[in-house]
Structure formats: C-alpha cells, structure tokens
C-alpha cells in the first residue's frame, strides 16, 4: 500500500518498489531500464569505510546509491547519470527516502566527470556499466533502454579511464560485467593503473556457467589478484541461495 506522501513523488506510469532494506523505496518505470539482480550484487561487493566520498557512475535510477546508504557509513554517495529521467526519477526516491544529506544525484555524461567533480576526488567508485558495445548485440527500439544496455555514449576504456581520473591513490573501483568482457575489462583497468585486486564469478546456478563478475580494482595498486569463491544465486528455480539473502541483508 503506498501512503498519500509517497504518491506525491509519483508520476504516471512510474511504480514504487520496496528494497526491504532499512524501509528503502524506489521509484521505477517499466517502460525505462529497472534495477536487478547486478546492482544487488555490485553494492554487496562494495566497500566503503566510514568517511568515504562515493561516486556510481551510470546510477540509472539511483539503486547503487541508496543500497550503499544503508549498508556503509560513507559520507557522501553521488550518483552521476547521462538520461535526465532516469536521473530525476532518481533525485525523486533520494527525496521520498529522506536521504538528501547523504546521497546526490547529477544529471551529465561520465565522460565529464573530472570538470564536474575535479581530478582525485573520490575514494570509491562504483558502476555497473552498459554491457554491449554499440556494434553488436540486437538493439532495444526503446532509447531509454538502448543507452542502458549499449556503450553508446563512452566506450568501456573511456569509463576506466575517467574512472582513473577521478580516483584518489589507492582509490578503489568496484563494477559488475559479462564474462565476454572479463578480458576487455583487466586490460583496460591495467592500462589506466588501476590494478585489479579481487575477482569473483557469479552463476545463476551451481551447474551453470557464469553470468556475471564482480572485479575490484585499487588505483596505483600492487598486482595481486584474489580469485573468491564463486556467488551461487538460486538453489533451484524461483529459489535464492543463502548467500544471496545474506548479501542483500536479510
């Protein structure tokens, strides 16, 4: 049942979900690209000390964000997305959880995050990326949808090294991708100097293979990767595992 005040962040044909995580709510619109299961795994993966600056690139409607303001005692969360609807569906869930002071979301195009936000700024930065490079994979008639799935605007070495940019040194990014691009990714990361640092697979289920990756990257780091244990999402079909209840914070 959605309460009279939350309906007044609403506009039509938008929907409000619960995170069922410290009483998060979120605005989404089917029509436009909604969070899953990556985004839940990527702030599960992430980590943030008390104190931290934040930034999650690609916010889309804000998910990363209000999950690490619940699970961190980062100071400061920021969310930077290219679609201005999604952003503002975004500033609006910001809004209806209370959580201006800590978490804020800006319109604009990674590409100029440096300009907006300044060189070595952040000690933390998130992203779960358009997966597809602009020249392959069927595209989505629907732009909105399009531009989440697709590198359309900046490739993914144009993410890493903005993503270098704006890093402090020893500066850690964390990003969820496909297994097709693990090799695109270490390889960029490298050539950016930010030097990976954890790896882990995630399969939807124990017999299948990987569909997903959750990679830690520190600026101007050591190299030394750690391989963890694989993520396991369902025990059987409709059916999570216990390490996604517990990684989601049940």
Known sequence: ???????????????LDDLQRSGLMILQDPKRFCFGMD???????????????????????????LLLSAKTEAAKIYGLEIQEESADMANRSVLLNGLSDRVEIK???????????GASSFDIVTCNPPYMKDEHGIKNPSDAKKIARHEIYGSLEDLILTVAKILKQNGKFYMVHRPNRLVDVISCMRAAGIEPKRLQMVHPFQDRE????????????????????????????GVYTDEIYDIYGY
């Open 39 to 65: 985004a839940v795994l990527l702030s599960g993966f992430a980590k943030a000390k008390k104190g931290d600056l934040v930034m999650d690139f690609c916010t889309g409607t804000g998910i990363i964000p």
């Open 107 to 117: 319109a604009g195009d990674f590409r100029d995050a440096v300009t907006m936000f």
């Open 210 to 237: 990987a569909n997903m990756f959750l990679v830690e990257g520190v600026r101007g780091g050591k190299a030394e990767l750690r391989m963890e244990k694989p993520i396991i999402v369902y025990k059987e079909v």
């Open 1 to 15: 049942m959605i309460n009279d005040a939350a309906k007044e962040f609403l506009l039509p044909g938008e929907r």
